[in-house]
Nanobody, 127 residues
């Protein structure tokens, strides 16, 4: 299993911004894909974004397109989720993830199937 540790979650006002970080082993960043999931109270885990190391593309769920940006800094063994224009419905525990067989748009929908994920960091969007 990959070793993944998220950080950066906190309380933020609606419309604000936040950047989450995921520390990982160097080899983990070269897996087929890396990405992010989130889970709100009482809801199932939801895929948010991923980077494909196969085609180099970045992919996003419809709910975050235009607001969130995924990136990776391999020199620091870290990847990120920059979140802008945050909404209360973005409140969730966010998990970073690595590996996976699928990362991209399939049948019109965003799909990422990871092999491993971290324990999560809480993001709360509220006034």
């Amino acid at each position: 299993q990959a070793q993944l540790v998220e950080s950066g979650g906190t309380l933020v006002q609606p419309g604000g911004s936040l950047r989450l970080s995921c520390a990982a082993a160097r080899f983990t960043l070269d897996y087929n894909a890396i990405g992010w999931f989130r889970q709100a109270p009482g809801k199932e885990r939801e895929g948010v974004s991923c980077i494909s190391n196969t085609d180099g593309g970045t992919y996003y769920a419809d709910s975050v397109k235009g607001r969130f940006t995924i990136s990776v800094d391999k020199a620091k063994n870290t990847f990120y989720l920059q979140m802008n224009s945050l909404k209360p419905e973005d409140t969730a525990v966010y998990h970073c993830a690595a590996g996976g067989e699928l990362c991209g748009y399939y049948n019109g929908s965003y799909i990422y199937t990871p092999w491993d994920w971290g324990q999560g960091t809480q993001v709360t969007v509220s006034s």
